[in-house]
């Protein structure tokens, strides 16, 4: 596997990640816009209607039909969280040119369709159509609920907005209901000229091989956008510090209670400064063999789940644990007690070596998926060097016991929230 960047306008860069493997190529457009309480239910809203009609395909009956001229061609989108950025994302994928009966190039007709659907949209008097809007805010709402349904997503994103309240990555990935029913046409069609002239834009091709040309004749359209205050995603916030613990609890009509833990860490940025805390967070709390799991849960049986993880660009990392209301201050003051193991090294020379090798392992699973290798390099997009997974896998056996006990020494408790069952009147 190889990579290779091309620079096609201004603020826009093109990635191909050559790889064998695969009968299908892959092309991604990612949009990275900063995370505003004002602009995220928009913004988020925007990778779902851009693929779903266009002006050409004005509904997705006909949209479909063309995806089925490319051999069943399929298009995808997301909206994510990354950093202080919001990452738009929409992808086409299409069986590789070799594969075409006609000697037609299926990568660059879908290329120039994935085009079509990002820079001419349905729309009408700068407004994109009530139908469609009303649509996908259905289905945006529907998707909001479902998180407020999930106890666990819900009580992490919880802590999350009480630890950056005011700040950016406070800012839910899809916006509240409310936000989401005030999208009108025209606002939404003001988010899209926004996200058109303002985004760093990456334009992601793995496969086999790109068409001659490609990525020139991408840069040429590209070029011809007036771009202006283009997003900067190379730099995020640390997580903020308090003077004492903030502590928040709620209660609802559930089973089971869920505490989550926010911690600030010295160690923060990209891959080059932060493979040492991720290391830390996995042998705190990741697999089987972690402090959290083979203790907390397993010989102390205080929680029905307890992991950790990390945000490392933020210097964030979480535990979140499922308990019930009689365990959650032993849980919470065992949780603290495995940390500050670690912090004095006393893990095992087996913790630590599995540990190195799961992270390794699951690294090197990115190449199994074209889809993961899209994610994996655009989430990548603040680093200064094009890591691969194999890379970063030879990076991470590189870290020492004495690099996991310095950075847990400046991991710091700032927040807990608790989501507990009603009381019993």
């Known amino acids: ?12 860069e093109g990635l191909f990640v050559k790889n064998q493997r695969f009968n299908t190529t892959l092309i991604s457009f990612n949009f990275y816009m900063p995370l505003k309480e004002e602009t995220v239910a928009e913004n988020a809203l925007l990778p779902f209607i851009l693929t779903t009609c266009s002006e050409k395909y004005p509904d997705f009956s006909k949209l479909n039909y063309k ?23 929409m992808t086409v994928s299409v069986i590789n040119d070799r594969f075409s009966l006609d000697g037609e190039s299926l990568v660059k007709s879908a290329t120039d369709l994935l085009l079509g659907l990002v820079f001419k949209p349905s729309i009408e008097n700068d407004a994109f159509l009530e139908s469609d809007l009303a649509r996908e805010k259905r289905k945006a709402i529907e998707h909001i609920k479902g998180q407020f349904s999930e106890k666990r997503i819900y009580a992490k994103n919880r802590l999350i907005e009480e630890m950056f309240k005011g700040k ?5 990935k899809c916006g509240t209901i409310e936000q989401v029913e005030a999208i009108s046409g025209k606002s939404l069609y003001n988010a899209w000229r926004n996200m058109i002239e303002s985004a760093f834009i990456r334009i992601q091709v793995i496969g086999s091989q790109v068409p001659s040309g490609l990525f020139e004749e991408l840069g040429e359209r590209f070029s011809r956008v007036e771009r202006k205050n ?39 940025g990209n891959d ?4 040492a805390l991720l290391v830390t967070s996995d042998i705190f709390g990741g697999g089987p063999y972690s402090r959290l799991f083979s203790n907390v849960r397993e010989k102390m049986s205080l929680c029905y789940y307890c992991s950790a993880s990390s945000v490392r660009q933020k210097g964030l990392l979480t535990v979140d644990s499922g308990v019930e209301t009689a365990n959650a201050k032993k849980a919470e003051e065992e949780i603290l007690n495995q940390l500050n193991i670690v912090k004095s090294g006393q893990f095992s020379d087996f913790e630590f070596e599995s ?6 392992d699951s690294f090197k699973s990115y190449n199994d998926s074209q889809n993961s290798l899209d994610t994996w390099y655009a989430v990548k997009v603040n680093n200064d060097e094009l890591y691969s997974p194999s890379d970063l896998a030879e990076k991470v056996k590189l870290i020492s016991r004495e690099d996991v006990i310095k950075t847990a020494k400046g991991i710091k408790l700032e927040a807990v929230y608790k989501l507990l069952p009603k009381e019993a009147k």
């Open 230 to 268: 283009i997003t900067n995603c190379k730099k995020s916030e640390p997580c903020q510090k308090f003077d004492e613990v903030l502590r928040i609890e709620e209660r609802q009509d559930i089973n089971q209670g869920k505490l989550v833990m926010g911690f600030s860490s010295e160690t923060f």
């Open 67 to 89: 995806l089925n001229r490319l051999y069943g061609a399929r298009l995808d989108a997301s909206a994510e969280k990354y950093g202080d950025y919001q990452l738009l994302k």
């Open 1 to 12: 596997m190889s990579v290779k960047s091309y620079r096609l306008a201004e603020g826009v």
């Open 355 to 360: 540990s190195i090798k799961s992270i390794c």
């Open 168 to 172: 950016a990555y406070g800012t839910s």
């Open 272 to 275: 080059d400064k932060t493979l």
